[in-house]
């Protein structure tokens, strides 16, 4: 199993100076960051549901995670940081880009919610949360096995570890780099699709640090429906693990 030990840090400074320049417009839904803006009720939706599952929750609780520790790593400028602290949890936001920590802090503010920001790797998480999340990131770490260990490590005895990704597929290529770079739907640069992770292999690593899958669920995208969970995993999916 990795550990944070064995690596100083799992952060690419060409990754996180890439997200850094797009943190001023990150909460403009027309901006750099539309396609979060368009997946983030999506996972939001997965999120919820896999909660109310793994801890016998009433769907209609308006506070699911309260008297709960949430932490999300690479926040960005806090899209799913807020929508968590909604939810109840005592939340921490991490992101290795201090531009998009310190956009994240003044929307935060500007909403009246108390999230603890903090800019680094995942090496800055401290203590043991209840549910752990990483949307969209582990494609753009130096150390995959490394990060998702020190991810794993911070999870609770009882505890959730909720991560997506993109596979590494033609599809992924054909709609994120070829269309979605190429026509700029998304910022040109964000992804590299050898460093994309397919499903075995990030199970494999959620494994190795631990931890039991408990789902495996795709991100499917069409253009009459836009995005949606599915059981094709070909675009992109997200993964829940637990203790064991």
């Keep these: 199993m990795a550990h944070?030990?064995?690596?100083?840090?799992?952060?690419?400074?060409?990754?996180?100076?890439?997200?850094?320049?797009?943190?001023?417009?990150?909460?403009?839904?027309?901006?750099?960051?539309a396609m979060l803006h368009k997946l983030n009720p999506v996972r939001l939706r997965y999120l919820r549901d896999r909660i109310d599952a793994h801890w016998g929750l009433d769907e209609h609780d308006l506070k699911p995670l309260a008297g709960r520790r949430a932490a999300d790593v690479g926040c960005g400028a806090g899209l799913l940081a807020e929508p968590l602290a909604r939810l109840g949890a005592a939340v921490t936001g991490i992101d290795a880009a201090a531009e998009n920590v310190a956009a994240?802090?003044?929307?935060?503010?500007?909403?009246?919610?108390?999230?603890?920001?903090?800019?680094?790797?995942?090496?800055?998480?401290?203590?043991?949360?209840?549910?752990?999340?990483?949307?969209?990131?582990?494609?753009?770490?130096?150390?995959?096995?490394?990060?998702?260990?020190?991810?794993?490590?911070?999870?609770?005895?009882?505890?959730?570890?909720?991560?997506?990704?993109?596979?590494?597929?033609?599809?992924?290529?054909?709609?994120?780099?070829?269309?979605?770079?190429?026509?700029?739907?998304?910022?040109k640069g964000t992804h590299d699709w050898d460093k994309f992770v397919n499903p075995d292999e990030l199970c494999a690593l959620v494994r190795a640090a631990g931890l039991e899958v408990a789902d495996v669920t795709g991100l499917g995208w069409s253009p009459a429906r836009g995005f949606q969970l599915t059981e094709d995993v070909s675009l992109n999916y997200l993964v829940t693990a637990k203790r064991g």
């Design 104 to 187: 994240a802090r003044a929307h935060a503010l500007g909403q009246g919610l108390e999230i603890d920001y903090r800019a680094g790797g995942a090496e800055a998480l401290a203590g043991q949360f209840d549910l752990v999340t990483s949307l969209e990131v582990v494609e753009h770490v130096a150390e995959p096995a490394a990060f998702v260990g020190t991810l794993a490590a911070a999870v609770a005895e009882d505890g959730l570890l909720i991560l997506s990704t993109p596979n590494r597929t033609a599809w992924s290529r054909l709609v994120m780099i070829t269309v979605g770079e190429g026509m700029g739907r998304i910022p």
């Design 4 to 33: 944070a030990s064995d690596h100083a840090t799992t952060v690419d400074p060409r990754e996180a100076a890439h997200f850094g320049a797009l943190a001023a417009d990150w909460w403009d839904p027309r901006g750099s960051s």
